[in-house]
Nanobody
Framework: QSQLVESGGGLVQPGGSLRLSCAASGFTLADYAIGWFRQAPGKDREGVSCISSSGGGSNYADSVKGRFTISRDNAKNTVYLQMNSLKPEDTGVYYC????????????????WGQGTQVTVSS
């Protein structure tokens, strides 16, 4: 059974950092692009970042460019999201999801989702 499990969330002060992990099981991570999404209270879910199956390509939402870095270690079946210079507006539940295609293309769709990890940025 394909499964994704996020971890690494928590409470951090503005300007701080967190690294989220997305651990995959039940499938070969190297065959899939992975996306990170977030949902703030009362808001729609939004895409944060995507990384291609090989790790050679990635993209970011404008709101996180220059602050967040996505990476992956296919040997460890894990995708990471390094979040620096965190702002209160980064608060939300962060989810990782498995893409249907290997590349991060506009037509990308996601079939398996993790349960999410809470990130709270507050002083």
């Amino acid at each position: 059974q394909s499964q994704l499990v996020e971890s690494g969330g928590g409470l951090v002060q503005p300007g701080g950092s967190l690294r989220l992990s997305c651990a995959a099981s039940g499938f070969t991570l190297a065959d899939y692009a992975i996306g990170w999404f977030r949902q703030a209270p009362g808001k729609d879910r939004e895409g944060v970042s995507c990384i291609s199956s090989s790790g050679g390509g990635s993209n970011y939402a404008d709101s996180v460019k220059g602050r967040f870095t996505i990476s992956r270690d296919n040997a460890k079946n894990t995708v990471y999201l390094q979040m620096n210079s965190l702002k209160p507006e980064d608060t939300g539940v962060y989810y990782c999801a498995r893409g249907l295609f290997r590349l991060c293309v506009p037509s990308q769709r996601y079939d398996y989702w993790g349960q999410g990890t809470q990130v709270t940025v507050s002083s």
